[in-house]
């Protein structure tokens, strides 16, 4: 089984890295932008043409929230076209897309966690974006796993955890938003999930090819992925600081007091009832999740 994975530079990618050789059954393909740039579509024909995988894990992507309001061309083109080009090539080689999507889809006017069909109704560009590239993956493509994911973070690149440790260290005293609430995602368990789906279908599709046609295989579509539980960012920072034996003054703040050029879902927690119904995942309280992350 050969998996493709782009953005291997990322925090996806290094942790799908992390955990690869516990899978040697399964041939990982690496890519970062500079090996696969998915915003041009003969590299990704090229790429496919040599390894000609099972599956791909689009884990590149314009992740920059608040850079995207003034770059919206550039995040356009990674999270739209980028994931079209994928999709278009995934399709010509038969191959299955696993496609990683954001809480950001979501406005943040849900009391209630939001389940992969309720209507999403992003606030900025970078939601935007990876709403349009859902879209452009649902309308050329029939096999594919949309994950919608939430405040990833991880040992790897850079990520809301490391942040907060780099500051804690430069200052005494750090001010964080509590009126955004959430649920982090360990970028492993993330991998782990992905994995998970990809050993579970790949069975499937090698042993009765035809249970994979659209028409009677349900189980492709979106679903959600984070860790359990849910906390604001100022409780996620405190966690943080208490796991690492960090002191510091903390201190909770409104969103009101702390403007940024996109707007943040007030509300993003995720429903996972459809991931662990459909492939028997079992997923870790954040808390727990955040002990085991050590940098």
Not at 53 to 64: D, E, K, W
Not at 93 to 100: E, F, S
Not at 124 to 133: A, I, R
């Amino acid at each position: 089984m050969v998996v493709l994975i782009t953005g291997a530079n990322g925090q996806l990618g290094q942790a799908l890295q992390s955990i690869s050789g516990n899978y040697p059954e399964i041939d990982f393909v690496f890519c970062s932008s500079s090996d696969l740039d998915i915003t041009k579509k003969e590299t990704c024909e090229a790429v496919f043409f040599k390894h000609k995988p099972n599956y791909c894990i689009n884990a590149a992507a314009y992740t920059a929230v608040d850079k995207a309001e003034s770059e919206p061309e550039k995040a356009q083109l990674i999270n739209v076209i980028g994931a079209k080009n994928l999709a278009e090539v995934c399709k010509e080689y038969d191959t299955i897309l696993l496609h990683i999507s954001t809480d950001f889809v979501f406005d943040g006017s849900n009391k209630i966690a939001y389940k992969e069909e309720d209507t999403p109704n992003p606030t900025g560009v970078y939601g935007l974006t990876k709403l349009q590239g859902e879209k452009a993956i649902q309308e050329t493509l029939e096999k594919y796993f949309i994950i919608r994911t939430s405040w990833v973070y991880s040992q790897f690149a850079n990520n809301f955890m490391k942040t907060m440790l780099r500051l804690a260290s430069e200052r005494d005293s750090l001010s964080v938003v509590n009126d955004q609430i959430g649920t982090p995602t360990n970028a492993v368990d993330l991998a782990e999930a992905l994995i998970s789906i990809i050993t579970q279908t790949y069975n499937c599709h090698t042993e009765h090819v035809e249970v994979l046609q659209p028409t009677t295989y349900k189980h492709f579509g979106i679903y959600n992925f984070s860790n359990e539980g849910q906390c604001s960012w100022y409780d996620f920072a405190k966690e943080i600081f208490k796991i690492n034996n960090v002191n510091i003054n903390l201190s909770a703040i409104p969103t009101t007091s702390f403007p940024t050029p996109a707007k943040r879902p007030a509300f993003s927690v995720l429903n996972k009832t459809k991931i662990k119904k459909t492939f028997g995942v079992e997923i870790k309280d954040w808390k727990e999740s955040l002990k085991a992350c050590k940098i």
